[in-house]
């Protein structure tokens, strides 16, 4: 029997309005017990994984408030009001919420949200501002450097007082500014002028650092991101003889501490610029035994030296819409153990029942409770390939 949903008051003033967050009226457990349930759901109704096949694995968890390490906040000029808005939209509606803090938004961010309104109300441009991505780093040890970024997307040329403005709140704040005049490729660095322009992350238990630009794709959630990173290497059981592929890398958050266990690690990417990021990440790391490789993994070469290759372990972490059209490259690869990282479970259990047809089994599975408070599930699956050609969990 499942304990009922337990509901308790939202801790955040605009929690009715505010599209940042959908669940703060639910406690912790209901929140975990609610993904975990639509996990298994799905896993039954569109893979055909009945729940008794596989364990379900312990949540991930990690602070349920001051999570969000990146987020993108709207900005909008209201005449009526006579102000400039800056917040998550609204629930309903293209309104943007009319907020004073947030407690989601991580420390060093969450504390940007008034401060920033008076900025952008004492810019000429307010009115061509639309959006600001705010990034949250970590510090690095003794060495002074910012910590955050901005990514300020503006409509029309700023003058030069805006410019100075925008640097002024930059220094105030102990921040990077970064100003977007265009597409994603024309964002830039006002401020500092000099330095490399990264922020960074740190995953103790491989002593490694990542660095990340602040336009870059990054788990959202620092704790959860560590001890998901954790998870990933043990259901793996990763050891020093193995050649592990990571499909989506990204800036190689699971390839890099993999690679400080294996012999030899490949990842695989759509982007160019994350493909960079992580053979940067793996010359300052001092790891030799990476190959990183730009590719469409839903349109690869299959004779491309990465795909005929043989691995022992793969890991997948895909956007939404999955990673069906990798699934006869895992099946080909020798591998016989696969992670799955999934951020819909809709693509995940599509994706469980066309490798169950194939030979590879779900072990376990689980929620990583990477948005805390919202309806987006994370979670990770544990595949085996069955010993000889039997046929897999999900009959079609
Ligand atoms: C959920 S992210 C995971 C990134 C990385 N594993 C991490 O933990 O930071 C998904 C990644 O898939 C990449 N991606 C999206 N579409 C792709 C495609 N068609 N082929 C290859 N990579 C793609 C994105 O650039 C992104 O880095």
Redesign the pocket.
């Known amino acids: 029997m499942t304990a009922a949903p337990e509901s308790v008051s939202p801790r955040c003033a605009v929690f009715e309005v505010c599209g940042g967050c959908s669940r703060q009226n639910l406690d912790g457990g209901s929140q975990l017990r609610e993904k975990q349930s639509v996990l298994q759901r799905r896993l039954l109704e569109v893979g055909g994984i009945a729940a008794e096949t596989y364990a379900l694995l312990p949540p991930v968890t990690g602070p349920a408030w001051n999570y969000r390490r990146k987020a993108r906040l709207a900005v909008r000029m209201v005449r009526r009001k006579g102000c400039v808005l800056v917040g998550f939209r609204e629930k309903r509606g293209n309104y943007v919420t009319v907020m004073e803090a947030c407690e989601v938004l991580a420390h060093g961010l969450a504390e940007l949200i008034r401060p920033l309104r008076v900025l952008l109300d004492g810019l000429e441009a307010r009115e061509t501002i639309p959006q600001i991505e705010v990034t949250a780093g970590e510090a690095q040890g003794r060495a002074f450097s910012p910590t955050a970024a901005l990514v300020v997307r503006h409509l029309r040329p700023l003058n030069p007082g805006d410019l100075n403005r925008l640097t002024e709140f930059a220094v105030q704040w102990s921040l990077q500014m970064y100003l977007q005049p265009a597409g994603v490729d024309s964002v830039f660095r006002l401020y500092p002028r000099q330095g490399p322009d990264r922020l960074y992350y740190h995953l103790p238990q491989f002593g490694l650092r990542l660095a990340f630009h602040p336009m870059?794709?990054?788990?959202i959630n620092a704790a959860v991101?560590r001890r998901?990173?954790r998870l990933v290497t043990d259901l793996l059981e990763l050891e020093p003889r193995d050649r592990v592929l990571?499909?989506?890398?990204?800036?190689?958050?699971?390839?890099l501490p993999a690679a400080t266990i294996c012999e030899r690690v490949t990842?695989?990417?759509?982007?160019a610029d994350?493909v960079a990021r992580a053979e940067e990440n793996a010359r300052a790391n001092g790891l030799q035994n990476t190959r990183f490789v730009?590719?469409?993994?839903?349109?690869?070469n299959t004779d491309a030296p990465w795909a005929v290759e043989e691995y022992t372990k793969i890991?997948i972490?895909?956007?939404?819409?999955g990673a069906l059209?990798t699934i006869p490259l895992i099946v080909a690869s020798g591998a016989n153990k696969l992670v799955y990282?999934s951020?819909n479970p809709e693509t995940l259990a599509r994706d469980a029942r066309e490798l169950a047809r194939r030979g590879f089994n779900l072990k376990s599975a689980g929620v990583m409770d990477m948005f805390p408070h919202t309806s987006h599930i994370e979670s990770v699956a544990l595949f085996e390939r069955l010993p000889t050609q039997q046929s897999g969990q999900s009959r079609t």
């Not at 990571?246 to 390839?255: E, M, Q, R, V, Y």
Request: proline share 5%; glycine share 10%.
């Open positions: 870059d794709f990054l788990q991101n998901a990173v990571d499909l989506f890398c990204g800036l190689g958050n699971f390839s990842g695989v990417e759509g982007s994350m730009t590719a469409d993994l839903y349109r690869w890991l972490d895909p956007p939404r819409s059209e990282v951020c």
